[in-house]
């Protein structure tokens, strides 16, 4: 059952599936209230010492000098390589699973980064408990728990998240989708570390691992300066625009919405060209399986060992437009309504927020028109998807929820302004309410704000049928997840 579950590449020793099982299972939220981050860590890189190791499942990898390796506390291995290594003569599962075992170290050392090991004790704590030269006010370790650790005697629980992204990146052997996800993973890592220039060239190193992958030929896809897709971009892979779409992301956190709106713009109208997936033959039926073959299908599922997942597309190709593609649309226009709802806040006319400039008031009006309209693509797409496309469904959920959240969010912040607003002009008008200050008079904005109360009531009613919605397709997803356990997923 857990082979069906965390499904590992077949040709690894039994020893190291189990691991890297039981590692899957350590992180997965449903089985545990508090995640043991070092312990996932510890089995993560103990997958990868055997993988590393010739003499376990590395059959023909060189073993890298011991001043490049890391060993892993517990166990008496090689430990493994700091650098890349050429892992191109490995089957594609075997690549497959090192590129998932390398991502999840990685993550978990971003978890691990502040915390230590006592080596005398065997314990990890937090950096901010040690006592030591370089920690001259430790906190107090919590009480009950054992007494705080001395500098000397720990070392760090893991290798920075720096070392396994760099090591992934220099691989060879993997694809460009796999090298794509592990410098976007450390760019991101990087933004939220606050080291924004090192980001942007860790964005922009992607960019150039999406460009690199595309066929001879396809010339001018993108502006290398600007990330913007060309309008006359003929070959956009799905690379290039999880590429230019991290790079959007990353210009809308550093509050460079001048470079961030233009970027997803060109990335949506890239996505509207993309062709539609070949229409199905109405008449064409599968056959329906007889019940003697339903029983056998069944017991075979359940007594034979599961063959590893086929291998995912590369994301080199140009991906068709099909319904879970309409649904990234959706959340780029998501993205592109906070982004302009949030620069209207930016050029709100101080000291008062709530009077804004014109254009401020026009890109608020526009981001809540473009988070509208996200929420009912992401809604009506969801209604017609099929309920076999669990990827897609789980992309329109996604996209729904997060975009009812910011609908309301943003409605409820023009209703507060609009209100204030109210309150300053009876507070100067002196209960005069027909004369006019600033543009309008009270009457005419107490209609406004009845207008963004009658809206927010609306939203109230809205988000409830979405939240209806999400628990059914969350139901829908966990009963289809035990189907596949034990074989009834068809």
């Not at 190709?317 to 998501?334: D, F, G, H």
């Not at 929420?375 to 996209?399: F, K, Y």
């Not at 109230?460 to 966990?478: C, D, F």
């Amino acid at each position: 059952m857990t082979e069906r579950t965390y499904p590992t590449p077949t040709e690894w020793t039994f020893r190291s599936r189990n691991i890297y099982r039981t590692a899957h299972k350590l992180e997965d939220p449903e089985e545990w209230v508090v995640l043991d981050w070092p312990a996932i860590g510890n089995h993560y890189c103990v997958v990868l010492s055997r993988l590393e190791d010739p003499t376990c499942d590395g059959h023909g990898l060189p073993v890298a000098p011991d001043e490049d390796r890391a060993y892993v506390v517990g166990i008496d291995a090689l430990g493994f390589s700091k650098k890349g290594l050429d892992i191109s003569s490995m089957s594609e599962e075997w690549r497959r699973g090192y590129h998932i075992a390398l991502m999840k170290a990685a993550r978990a050392a971003e978890h691990l980064e502040n915390t230590v090991r006592d080596r005398t004790r065997r314990l990890t704590f937090p950096k901010e408990q040690v006592i030591g030269p370089s920690n001259p006010r430790p906190k107090p370790v919590p009480m009950g728990s054992s007494s705080a650790p001395l500098e000397e005697n720990c070392d760090p629980v893991s290798q920075s998240p720096q070392t396994f992204y760099m090591k992934a990146l220099t691989t060879t052997g993997f694809t460009s989708g796999q090298r794509l996800d592990a410098a976007l993973a450390y760019a991101d890592w990087l933004d939220y570390k606050g080291l924004h220039e090192t980001a942007e060239e860790m964005y922009d190193w992607g960019l150039d691992i999406a460009m690199g992958a595309l066929p001879v030929g396809a010339n001018n896809i993108v502006d290398m300066k600007t990330g913007l897709i060309n309008n006359d971009a003929t070959y956009v892979s799905n690379n290039v625009l999880r590429a230019t779409a991290a790079l959007a992301v990353h210009h809308a956190q550093t509050n460079n919405v001048s470079a961030a709106l233009p970027i997803m713009l060109s990335i949506l109208r890239a996505r509207k060209q993309l062709s539609l997936p070949p229409v199905a033959d109405p008449n064409a039926s599968a056959p329906e399986p007889s019940v003697m073959g339903t029983i056998i299908s069944t017991i075979k599922t359940i007594v034979i060992s599961p063959s590893y997942p086929p291998p995912p597309p590369t994301g080199d190709e140009v991906p068709i437009r099909t319904q879970k593609a309409v649904c990234e649309e959706a959340a780029l226009m998501a993205h592109i309504g906070e982004i302009l709802f949030a620069s209207s806040n930016v050029d709100a006319k101080p000291p008062l927020k709530s009077t804004k400039t014109k254009s401020a008031s026009q890109n608020q009006q526009s981001g809540l028109s473009w988070t509208r309209d996200a929420v009912d693509i992401a809604e009506t797409t969801l209604a017609t998807m099929s309920t076999e496309d669990l990827e897609g469904r789980q992309t329109c959920t996604e996209c729904l929820e997060v975009g009812m959240d910011n609908w309301s969010k943003m409605v409820r912040r023009i209703l507060k302004e609009q209100k204030e607003v109210v309150e300053i002009k009876e507070e100067k008008m002196g209960g005069v309410r027909g004369w006019f200050w600033g543009g309008k008079n009270v009457e005419e904005e107490e209609r406004d704000e009845g207008r963004w109360e009658r809206e927010l009531q609306l939203v109230g009613e809205r988000m409830g049928g979405v939240e209806r919605i999400l628990e059914r397709e969350r139901h829908a997803r966990k009963k289809k997840g035990w189907d596949n356990i034990f074989g009834f997923g068809g």
